[in-house]
């Protein structure tokens, strides 16, 4: 007896330190936590695997890490898939995708096309089975027409006009994802959404409006001019008013009148800068209104 314990005292004894030390997790918000996502940054920051964006930004980098703890994927892919268009964060359709469909509660996205090839009315919804109900979920219906009508199609370089069929899937899948699943795109557009409200202009620079961005429908912000060479933003109504906050009363009348789900959530996304208790009633209209749309 007295021989085993002396062996197994001479085994620990002859173990690394580290594997007694307790198991840190990357986090923005306990000391250890943040020393190890700095130190995992910087490796990130100082490969060329990584798109530019993140090479030598230890704060993108850092970011990045943090979506991707959260949405349990890996951190390069996270990298690799997350693009910044003009400054503005959104996610390539086809990681949204993948992560929904292996996110183990739905079924793969599938895809029905409608209208006639070539017309206005050629369009297309994904759809998905839900497995813990086994119930069908279908997105949104997205066409030629919506596109022509919300400007995606005639936009310079637009890949609408290039590549129809493969727009309506990444989009139509986008916005299912968003209307069922929304924690898995965290509140971000597609690169391709952001494309398409974004206009650029013979010198370089973009102009922008963020109500474009938040999807409602009246751009109550004032636009944005980026100059590209130097970054400066200059905003072209500044000089009227300041940037105006949308009117609760205007949202809530929206939410009222939606038709779909995935209005709803735009509207709702578009009050985020509203005072606290009232996005908390808009928040409760919102709910309401989504749990009507989904009982019809």
Known sequence: MQATSTVTDL?????????????????FFDLQGFELMQRVSKAFAASTLVPKEYQGNLSNCMIALNLAERLKADALMVMQNLY????????????????????????????????????????????????????KIVGADIDIALAKKEGWYGKSGSKWQSMPQQMLMYRSAA???????????????????????????????????????RGADTATRPAEVV????????????????????????????IQKAADVDTLAMVLDSGRDLPQAE?????????????????A
């Open 11 to 27: 085994q620990r004894s002859a173990q690394p330190r580290e594997a007694s030390m307790p198991v840190v997790r990357a986090s």
């Open 227 to 254: 100059d590209q060479s130097t970054g400066e933003i200059t905003d072209q109504r500044a000089q009227q008013s300041d940037a105006i906050v949308p009117a609760y009363d205007d949202l809530l009348a929206q």
């Open 84 to 135: 910044i268009v003009h400054g503005r964060p959104g996610w390539s359709a086809q990681f949204l995708i993948a992560t929904f469909n292996q996110c183990g509660r739905f079924s793969a996205l599938r895809y029905e096309f409608f209208g006639t090839k070539g017309k206005d009315d050629w369009g297309c919804r994904a759809w998905a089975i839900e497995k813990e109900t086994g119930e």
């Open 175 to 213: 916005w299912l994802v968003r209307a069922y699943a929304p924690e898995i795109a965290m509140g971000l557009p597609t690169a391709d959404e952001l494309a398409d409200v974004i206009d650029v202009n013979a010198d370089g620079s973009y102009t922008i409006s963020t109500e474009e961005l």
């Open 279 to 295: 996005l908390v009633k808009l928040q409760q209209a919102y709910d309401d209104k989504r749990e009507l749309l989904l009982g």
